[in-house]
């Protein structure tokens, strides 16, 4: 356990030296200025149609982005200059620097779920909201949104660790997160996409009526824990037999 601490704390340093962790303001700044551009809609609750607002640019393009940005830069320096050979001469299980790596990927997607929630606290307060907030919607919201994005840190991860390129993984992901928009629509395949998956989880219950929004919560979290396990496993079972 205290070599597994050592490990995280020495993933978190690289991550600060490089400054890359300040991406995680980018999606909710960007969400903020959408929400105080969108006019209001009179026939929804005031604190629902501002985070479906916010939540919806987020969830449909930052944030599977992000996914795959946290992911290739976590394996950027191993990938330089032998680095792999360097960090896996240390008494470290290759187990333990995985696990380390996913866990800092989907920790700075924790706090983006979190900034995005009191980016929305803040300009409901600034508009001067005066219904109560919905506090279950929202943690469920941004949770699941968490969640969800789980499947795609884990292939991510995979990828990134496959390939050399930093910009390949980067590239794969803009690729696979345009078409976003029109896979949402479809329920047929919509709930088993994993760059849809994130914004399928944020937008509320009732937000919209079409598509794979319709799907039930339950069969589409079964679908993602499901994606995860399968994705992390293999990486991980690539990343234990692969060559260095």
Known sequence: MRTFLNVLRSEWLKMRKANIWLLV??????A????????????????EWLFTTTAAMHAFLFLPLLTGVFAAFVCRYEHAG??????????VSRTQLYLAKFAIVIALLAVTQLLLLAVV???????????????????????GGWVATLPLASLQMFVSVAWASFAAPLAINVIFTIPNMLIVNSSKYGPYYPWAQPVLSMLP?????YGAFNVPLETLLFVILGSFLVFFASGLTYFQR???
């Open 205 to 209: 219950q009732g937000q919209a009526d």
């Open 242 to 244: 692969k060559e260095i």
């Open 121 to 143: 606290l803040i300009i409901g307060t600034i508009k001067g909201f005066t219904s109560a907030v919905p506090w279950d919607v929202f943690l469920r919201s941004v949770l």
């Open 25 to 30: 303001f980018v999606s909710p700044a960007l």
């Open 82 to 91: 032998g680095g792999w050979k360097q960090v896996l001469a240390l008494p």
């Open 32 to 47: 903020a200025v959408s929400g105080f551009l969108q006019p209001m809609l009179e026939d929804l609750p005031q604190w």
